[in-house]
């Protein structure tokens, strides 16, 4: 049972990441228009707008094979945070204005639906990766 749960959790996970590197990269004047109207330093929204769809999709890859699936989910926990983190920063008002980049279906969240979206893959990632973890620990 727990090995098909975290397999619905991996293939959710890389749904996840595929869509939101493909909604960038599908509308990419928007997605880049999005970044650059963020509150960040030019140089970081240069270096975020080719890294963060490349990241997405490399994680989705990770995801797909067992051999580095342990390092998708790890990259994958390090994309939610990071995002989970942008979220809370909004939320708790640290810019003064910020739009949203996201794309896709996701554009449509609040931000308070935003962070609880991230939270609940937030926690799916985590489960997978310590069942990963607890599983390779087991047969070592």
Partial sequence: ?????????????????????????????????????????????????????????????????????TVGLAVGLTLLVLFTSYTVMVLLHVFPHVPCPCGGIIRHLSWKQHLAFNLFFLFLNGIALWRRRKTKHIHA
């Fill in 1 to 69: 049972m727990k090995s098909r749960s975290t397999a619905i959790i991996v293939f959710l996970l890389i749904t996840l990441f595929a869509y939101t590197a493909f909604i960038k990269l599908l509308d990419y004047n928007e997605y880049v228009s999005g970044l650059q109207s963020q509150p960040l330093p030019d140089w970081l929204v240069r270096l975020l707008i080719p890294l963060t769809p490349l990241v997405e999709f490399t994680c989705a890859i990770l995801l797909s094979f067992q051999v580095t699936r």
